[in-house]
């Protein structure tokens, strides 16, 4: 069974930056797209970020240009860092592996301050 652990969320103040890691048990060059969606509170979950084996990203419009989405394969982890930090960026930050089958990741709390 995959298994997918985010880490690297916390409290941050607005304008501030963070780096969101997944890190996954089996090796990621068994996924087609490796993506980060946020939940915010009574909100549905939204994806934000995804890159695929060639490398491509794709942004939401919320992120694209504050976010970036990279990939390790040596060390099957996949990070997202967005800088300028805004108060909407609050939510659950959930990691998802999507191959012949879609998994997720347990998330991780991001709260922004203003």
């Known amino acids: 069974q995959v298994q997918l652990v985010e880490s690297g969320g916390g409290l941050v103040q607005a304008g501030g930056s963070l780096r969101l890691a997944c890190a996954s048990s089996?090796?990621?060059?068994?996924?087609?797209?490796m993506a980060w969606y946020r939940q915010a509170p009574g909100k549905s979950r939204e994806e934000v970020a995804s890159?695929?084996?060639?490398?491509?990203?794709v942004y939401s419009a919320s992120v694209k240009g504050r976010a970036t989405i990279s990939r390790d394969n040596a060390k099957n982890t996949v990070y997202l860092d967005i800088d300028n930090l805004r108060p909407e960026d609050t939510g659950v930050y959930f990691c998802?592996?999507?191959?012949?089958?879609?998994?997720w990741g347990q998330g991780t709390q991001v709260t922004v301050s203003s």
């Open positions: 998802r592996a999507l191959g012949v089958a879609s998994y």
């Open positions: 890159i695929d084996d060639d490398e491509d990203a």
């Open positions: 089996h090796s990621i060059y068994a996924f087609n797209v």
